[in-house]
C-alpha cells in the first residue's frame, strides 16, 4: 500500500504534542484520509491514530496527553488499499519499542515482509511502511538503535522520508529518498517535517536534507551522514519568511485567500534576478528540442508557454510528466527541459527529469517551493515567489507560472509587459462587486451535472484550467476543448440548457461561429470576453489585451469554482481523493 503523506518530529525541552499537533495540522494539505501521533512518556511509546480529518481524530483521541518532549506525527494520502485505523501511521514493532512514519512508497515491502515473517514477526497493517518498524527491530538483535535503523534503511527501494523513535533513547532518526524532509534546529529543540511550512512557526534555521541523508536528532543537536557518501556537511540555511502571510485569518478558506492575493503575487513572480532569466532566455535559443514538462494546473501553465513560445517563433513540446518516459528516446544533450511545478515535489516530475538528466539534457525548472527537489536538481531554477500554497487546488501559483511564461515571451519578443496596468486590471477582477456577479453565475450552475468549456489558442489553455478547477473542488463534470473541435464528436452531448463556457480572445469570429454551434443544440452560453454577444445568455466581463488575457479570463473561473465548491457544501481546501503534493509515481 503506497501512500503520499505529511510527517513531523519533535525532539526538545518544549511540549512535543503541542508542536507536532500545530506542525501536523501545517501538512494536512499533503493528505487527510487518517492521522496519528507517538509520543514517549515513561519509557513506553503512546500510539493515537484514527481515520479522518486531524481535528476530527484530535477530539476524539486528544493528541495533547499524555504531555512529552519526543514525539512524531503523520498525516495520510492513501493511493490504493484501505483507508482504515490499522493502516494509519504510526506504525510500531512486535515489542512496542520501536514506531515510525513514513511518506514514500516501499517498492520491496513484500520481499522484506517474507523475510520478517520468517523470522516470527508479526504484521498489523496491510500497509508497506510497517515493515520498517520490524526490519529496525530485527537488525536490533544484533546492533545499537542507529546502526540498525541505518542497516534496516539500506535495504530499502522505492522512495521514503522515515522518522524512528525509540522506547529508550531521546531521540528521533530518520532518512529521506527521492520523498522531502526537512530539518530545523533552535537552542534545545530539533525538528523534522515534510516540508518547511510545518517548521516555520518554531524555527528559521532549516537544512534540507539530500537523498540517503541519515540523521540523528537530539535537543538541539543534529548529526547528518549520508549512506552512500560517508560524512557530510550540510548547511544550515535561515529562511525569513513572514509566518502571517501562511495563515487563514478572517477567510473562510485558503483558497480564496489566495486568489485574492493575486496581484501581489503576479508582480513578484516578475521580480527576477535578470542573470537568471538571461540564462534561461540563452538556453531557449540555444537548445535543438525543448520540452515542457509539468503535471496538472502548472502542465497548462506549460501548455500556455508553448502558445507564447511558439509566438515568440520557439517550438517546443508540453508533455504531461507521467507520458514522458515515451519520449526519452528523443532526449539528447541537445535538449533543455523546462520542468513546472509549484511543489517542487510532484513524483511523475521528478522522475521525468532524472530520466532526462541521465541523458544528459539540461535542467531548468521554474518552482514555487524553494528547497524542493527540483529546485536542487535542476541545472537551474526560477522560483515564482508566489508564497505558500495551502489549498489543493492551485490557484495564485497558476497566475505565477503563467507570469514567468510572460516574461520569457516579452524578453524573446522584446514586448514590454505593463506590469501596473495588468495589476490594476486583476484587481479589479477580484473587487466584491466582480465577486458577486460570479456568485449569481454559480447559483445557476451549482445543480448541473456538466459543463462544457471552449476557446482557441491561448483561451483554450484557459478552458482547459477552468475546466480542471471546477472538477476537483466541486465535483461538477467539466470538460475543455479547442472551440473548432468541439463539432468533432462532443457536440452530440449539446441538448436543452447544457451550461457552455465560452473563452472569446484573439480569434473572436471563429469562436463565436463555434458558440452558435453550441447554441443551435440549446447550449446555455456564458460568454467570457471584452464585450458582450447577443448570442450569451450572461456574461462575464474581462479585460481583452493579448498575452495577458491569460491571466484575465482565468480569475472568474477560479472564483466561480470556489463558489459552486461552496454552494455544493463542499470544502474546496481538501477535495476528495486528492492531495496537494502528489508525491507517487
Ligand atoms: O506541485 P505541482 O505544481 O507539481 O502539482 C501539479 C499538480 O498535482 C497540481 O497542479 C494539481 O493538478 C492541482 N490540484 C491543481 O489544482
Known amino acids: 500500500m503506497s501512500k503520499m503523506c505529511g510527517i513531523i518530529g519533535y525532539v526538545g525541552n518544549k511540549n512535543a504534542n503541542e508542536i507536532i499537533l500545530k506542525g501536523i495540522k501545517r501538512l494536512e494539505y499533503r493528505g487527510y484520509d487518517s492521522v496519528g501521533v507517538a509520543f514517549v512518556k515513561d519509557g513506553k511509546i503512546i500510539i493515537k491514530k484514527d481515520v479522518g480529518r486531524i481535528d476530527e481524530v484530535h477530539k476524539k483521541l486528544n493528541f495533547l496527553e499524555p504531555e512529552s518532549n519526543i514525539g512524531l506525527a503523520h498525516t495520510r494520502w492513501a493511493t490504493h488499499g484501505s483507508v482504515t485505523k490499522g493502516n494509519a501511521h504510526p506504525h510500531l514493532d512486535c515489542n512496542e519499542k520501536i514506531a515510525i512514519v513514513h511518506n514514500g512508497i516501499i517498492e520491496n515491502y513484500q520481499e522484506i515482509k ?3 515473517k520468517k523470522r516470527g514477526h508479526e504484521f498489523k497493517s496491510q500497509t508497506d511502511s510497517e515493515v520498517i518498524a520490524h526490519l529496525i527491530e530485527e537488525f536490533s538483535r544484533r546492533v545499537d538503535f542507529e546502526n540498525a535503523c541505518k542497516k534496516a534503511f539500506s535495504m530499502l527501494q522505492g522512495s521514503f522520508a522515515v522518522l524512528v523513535i525509540n522506547k529508550d533513547e531521546e531521540k528521533i532518526i530518520g532518512i529521506r529518498k527521492d520523498s522531502p524532509l526537512v530539518i530545523g534546529i533552535n537552542e534545545n529543540e530539533s525538528f523534522a517535517a515534510s516540508d518547511i511550512y510545518a517548521l516555520l512557526p ?8 539530500h537523498n540517503y541523508d541519515f540523521v540523528v536528532l537530539e535537543k538541539g543537536k543534529v548529526r547528518i551522514e549520508n549512506l552512500i557518501e560517508g560524512k557530510v556537511e550540510r548547511e544550515v540555511e535561515r529562511i525569513d519568511i513572514n509566518v502571517e502571510e501562511t495563515d487563514k485569518k478572517d477567510f473562510h478558506h485558503y483558497m480564496i485567500k489566495e486568489i485574492l492575493e493575486e496581484a501581489d503575487v503576479f508582480e513578484r513572480a516578475l521580480n527576477q534576478d535578470e542573470l537568471k532569466v538571461k540564462k534561461f532566455i540563452e538556453e531557449i535559443k540555444k537548445a535543438k528540442k525543448i ?14 508557454g508553448s502558445y507564447l513560445l511558439a509566438k515568440a517563433g520557439i517550438f517546443t513540446r508540453p508533455i504531461i510528466a507521467s507520458e514522458f518516459n515515451n519520449f526519452l528516446n528523443a532526449i539528447d544533450e541537445d535538449t533543455l527541459i523546462i520542468a513546472v511545478s509549484q ?7 521528478l522522475e521525468a527529469i532524472r530520466k532526462a538528466k541521465e541523458r544528459k539534457a539540461k535542467i531548468f525548472s521554474i518552482v514555487n517551493v524553494y528547497g524542493s527537489s527540483l529546485t536542487r536538481e535542476s541545472d537551474e531554477f526560477l522560483l515564482i515567489n508566489a508564497g505558500f500554497e495551502i489549498s489543493v487546488a492551485a490557484t495564485k501559483t497558476y497566475i505565477a507560472e503563467l ?8 524578453k524573446l519578443t522584446n514586448k514590454k509587459i505593463n506590469k501596473e496596468e495588468i495589476k490594476a486590471k486583476i484587481l479589479d477582477l477580484l473587487s466584491r462587486s466582480r465577486r458577486e456577479h460570479i456568485e449569481k453565475v454559480a447559483e445557476l450552475l451549482k445543480d448541473k451535472q456538466h459543463v462544457f468549456l471552449i476557446g482557441r489558442g491561448l483561451e483554450y489553455v484557459t478552458a482547459l484550467e477552468a475546466a480542471l478547477k471546477i472538477k476537483e473542488i466541486s465535483y461538477i463534470h467539466a470538460e475543455a476543448f479547442p472551440g473548432g473541435e468541439i463539432k468533432h464528436g462532443t457536440i452530440a452531448l449539446i441538448e436543452k440548457d447544457t451550461p457552455c463556457i465560452v473563452f472569446v480572445g484573439e480569434e473572436k469570429e471563429k469562436i463565436l461561429s463555434n458558440t452558435e454551434e453550441l ?3 440549446g447550449g446555455f452560453i456564458i460568454g467570457v470576453s471584452e464585450q458582450n454577444e447577443r448570442i450569451f445568455d450572461i456574461w462575464i ?3 481583452q489585451d493579448g498575452e495577458a488575457s491569460l491571466i484575465y479570463q482565468i480569475i472568474p473561473m477560479q472564483l466561480l469554482a470556489y463558489r459552486l465548491a461552496v454552494l455544493r457544501g463542499f ?4 477535495p476528495r481523493n486528492l492531495a496537494k503534493s502528489v508525491t507517487v509515481l
Open 114 to 116: 517474507e523475510f520478517l
Open 202 to 209: 518554531f524555527t528559521r534555521n532549516l537544512i534540507f536534507l
Open 291 to 304: 520540452f515542457l514538462v509539468a503535471a496538472g494546473t502548472s502542465y497548462h501553465a506549460c501548455l500556455a
Open 343 to 349: 511543489s517542487g515535489e510532484t513524483a511523475d516530475v
Open 403 to 410: 507570469a514567468i511564461f510572460l516574461l520569457l515571451h516579452s
Open 519 to 521: 447554441k443551435a443544440r
Open 541 to 543: 466581463k474581462v479585460p
Open 571 to 574: 470544502d474546496p481546501d481538501k
